[in-house]
């Protein structure tokens, strides 16, 4: 009987324990502790499964990358080292490594179980996905660089010394830091990732740190407004937008998919596209190409201009523009925390996609300079067999 006893005790407090966790969780507007435990089990490629999204669909006219098979270099920098490319790939726990030249697909690898066809996590590599969309309202006239955040979503009450052009630098100042702590994803960042009410979070945190415009520090809740603002400017959500504006236009091959913030909400617009390689390597031939896809210009020329131009004030050690980092030697890349990058080099017409399931923002100036030796060698033509 006493053995009984402590188990029923013990039952009981085990569940006093679980039905708190539940209750707080959704007290917080966060997704509930099983599904917390699946994000911290899951790689970091694969964790769009998990949440709802919507779909992006496939080109109705796909456009293939042409194959010129080329050699990579046979070594790479790491670390005040030589190693392989191969060995780079397995240490920074790749999951897919692209090299476009020129337009055409030299060098395609994926790790073990990994198909062409599979999509992975973009993570912040969205940011930059959303700078086009923004150029594309801007070059048509529906939204300006100086309009002010508050009169374009006046519900979410933005500061009214915000304006876009702060947005698009990360140098508005609002104050949500970037926390990706896994075992506490309950403040900055890491709660607007797990939130299922991002209007209600904006609303929430809208305080400022700094004076809008006087520096720039990373913030991926400037994202999130941008793309609060484009749903509304446009009339449409930011999925939608994506596949008539972009994916469709570039030839994407796959269906994509961008996480809500829950069933039937809006997109998580900091993060969460969900693609193949493949068509997150074109966008950077996007990019490349001034904006042009199949004879057509899809962004304005004036926006790649601006994106390949820094802005005034530094974001952490980079140079940074309208949501695209400036490593260095005159490239641009997306890039996002888990180890995703689309590196563009427009010196080499080079597009380097790179996804994995890295430490967060973990080796990312040395696997910059990885990308930039890969893209600047000549990458000799193999004949065909």
């Known amino acids: 009987m006493r053995w009984r006893r402590i188990a029923i005790a013990s039952a009981a407090a085990v569940a006093v324990v679980v039905g708190g966790s539940y209750a707080g969780t959704s007290l917080l507007a966060v997704p509930p502790p099983h599904t917390l435990y699946r994000l911290l089990t899951t790689p ?34 790491w670390k005040g080292r030589q190693i392989t490319v191969a060995q780079f790939l397995e240490t920074t726990k790749s999951r897919a490594f692209l090299v476009v030249r020129d337009g055409a697909l030299v060098h395609e690898w994926y790790a073990d179980g990994v198909r062409p066809t599979d999509r992975m996590a973009s993570w912040s590599v969205a940011k930059s996905i959303v700078s086009l969309l923004v150029g594309q309202a801007i070059g048509e006239g529906r939204l300006r660089e100086d309009d002010r955040v508050a009169d374009l979503i006046p519900a979410e009450h ?68 941008l793309g609060m603002i484009l749903a509304k400017v446009e009339g449409k959500p930011l999925s939608e937008l994506l596949g008539e504006r972009l994916w469709g236009p570039i030839g994407a091959q796959d ?63 980079w140079q940074y523009s309208a949501q695209w980092w400036h490593p260095g030697h005159g490239a641009h ?26 430490g967060d923002e973990q080796d990312e100036q040395q696997t910059f300079d990885v990308l930039h030796t890969i893209s600047t060698t000549d990458l000799t033509t193999r004949p065909a067999s």
């Open 44 to 77: 970091t490629s694969q964790v769009g499964g998990l949440y709802p999204a919507r779909r992006v669909p496939a080109s109705a006219h796909p456009l293939p990358f042409a194959e010129r098979p080329g050699t990579l270099p046979a070594t790479v920098p």
């Open 255 to 317: 269906d994509a998919t961008w996480n809500l913030d829950h069933d039937g909400g809006i997109e998580k617009a900091f993060c969460c596209v969900n693609a193949t390689a493949r068509d997150f390597a074109k966008i950077g031939r996007l990019v490349l190409d001034n904006g042009r896809a199949a004879d057509h210009q899809i962004v304005p020329a004036a926006w790649i201009k601006r994106i390949s131009t820094p802005a005034p004030h530094r974001v952490s050690e």
């Open 158 to 225: 933005v500061n009214p010394a915000v304006r876009v052009r702060d947005l698009l630098d990360m140098a508005s100042g609002i104050d949500v830091p970037e926390n990706y702590r896994e075992y506490w994803p309950f403040t900055g960042t890491a709660r607007m990732y797990l939130t299922q009410d991002l209007p209600g979070f904006v609303r929430d945190h809208n305080g400022l740190e700094f004076t809008p415009g006087s520096k720039g520090e990373y913030r991926s809740v400037n994202t999130q407004i």
């Open 333 to 358: 890349s997306a890039l996002g925390v888990y180890g995703q990058y689309v590196y563009t080099d427009p010196a080499t017409n080079t597009v380097i996609v790179k996804l994995s399931d890295y």
